[in-house]
């Protein structure tokens, strides 16, 4: 009921992938990244920085997904890594395993793959 601070969103955005892009290729960022369009390929936040992924309802990836934190409302098809904290909210979509310290999963969100608890920050996808 009570979220830690840790968990809080920080809602800046620095990146931002319209509803009508289309990114085919791996993407690294830093700071927050927003996506309401296509990406085709690997999401990750740069090494060592803390980054936050709000993928919105429009928003899909095809491929790995990899941040501090994440709020998802569209469809990621492939693995997630949310290091500190995942927010699914109602219409989430992920197809592929997920892996978290933090998860905040609201009703009708669905997960088509394993959960994976991490007490540590995961470092790395397996595959």
Do not use: C, W
């Not at 690997?42 to 803390?50: G, L, R, Y």
């Not at 998802?72 to 693995?79: A, D, E, F, H, K």
């Not at 395993?97 to 470092?123: A, F, N, P, Q, R």
């Amino acid at each position: 009921m009570f979220l830690k601070k840790i968990n809080k969103i920080d809602s800046r955005i620095d990146t931002l992938v319209g509803v009508d892009t289309l990114i085919m290729g791996d993407i690294v960022f830093s700071g927050g990244l927003r996506i309401d369009g296509t990406i085709r390929g690997d999401v990750n936040e740069q090494a060592d920085s803390e980054g936050t992924i709000i993928i919105g309802e429009s928003g899909r990836i095809e491929g790995a997904v990899s941040a501090t934190k994440i709020v998802l409302v569209g469809t990621v098809i492939g693995p997630v890594k949310a290091s500190q904290f995942i927010e699914l909210q109602a219409k989430a979509r992920i197809k592929g395993d997920l892996h978290y310290k933090s998860l905040e999963m609201h009703m009708g969100s669905v997960i088509d793959g394993k959960l994976v608890h991490s007490e540590e920050s995961v470092t790395e996808l397996p595959g």
